[in-house]
């Protein structure tokens, strides 16, 4: 990624088609983590963006996104990331994401905490909502009335709202403590599966609009530091 990143020009037509925009890197990138996983793992399932699910034993599950933020990469935007997390028994154990162009590398190991490029991170300490700044992005929802309705409810009650167009990232961000919250709709498992356990390693909770806790069939979630998770829940709810 990093010796084609701002060097292929014809990717700037892939942004009339964002949500769609798949490149020749995402899907090279994932041939060679699947090569990786299957070397090292040849008995583990894999879930990924590109390949689908490729089964195998049913106890153990990889999940993968080789490129979260297409289209970012194809903008010259260096706010891309790789995503790779671990299931056993359908329990998250392992979760890193990778920003290449910024040489940002975190890793949670289930009970063994989060840490980025091996210095241990937590979330933020920030309690109070009008202080906090929250990412969001709308995954893959197509209903911008819909996203439009919660971003008017969020905005007015925090101190900024952010978008950095890769989920692995802004999922990152909030276990390192660089916002408060981040909130996605319809998102898929691989975009989000490693953030989940970093979030929650660095001392933070997960959990779908409703306040249940993450599942990967689930697409509307909140990551938090957990002291404003209620207030934002609050304000997710549709009114009626």
């Known amino acids: 990624m990093l010796q084609h990143f701002g060097k292929d020009l014809q990717l700037l037509e892939l942004r009339s088609s ?13 041939e060679l983590i699947v090569q990786g996983i299957k070397k090292a793992y040849p008995d583990h399932s894999l879930l990924t963006e590109e390949s689908g699910l490729l089964e195998g034993d049913p106890d153990w599950l990889w999940i993968v996104d080789s490129l979260d933020g297409t289209s970012d990469f194809a903008s010259m935007n260096p706010f891309f990331s790789v995503c790779v997390a671990l299931m056993h028994r359908q329990e998250l154990v392992l979760g890193a994401v990778y920003a290449p162009t910024i040489n940002e590398f975190y890793l949670a ?3 063994k905490g989060a840490y980025l490029n091996q210095r241990r991170i937590q979330v933020s300490e920030v309690s109070q909502l009008r202080q906090g700044y929250v990412f969001y992005c709308e995954g893959g929802e197509k209903d911008r009335l819909r996203t439009g309705g919660i971003l008017s409810r969020i905005y007015p009650e925090v101190m900024d709202l952010r978008k950095l167009g890769s989920a692995g990232l802004e999922t990152a961000w909030v276990a390192a403590g660089k916002g408060e919250a981040y909130l996605t709709t319809k998102i898929e498992p691989w975009d989000v599966a490693p953030g989940v356990l970093l979030v929650r390693e660095a001392g933070g909770e997960v959990t779908d609009f409703e306040g249940n806790q993450w599942r990967p069939e689930q697409g509307d979630l909140l990551f938090s ?12 709810k549709v009114p009626k």
């Open 225 to 236: 530091n957990g002291r404003v998770h209620l207030a934002v829940l609050g304000l997710l």
């Open 18 to 30: 964002v949500k769609e925009a798949v490149t020749a890197y995402d899907k090279t990138a994932d």
């Open 109 to 111: 190991e289930k009970g």
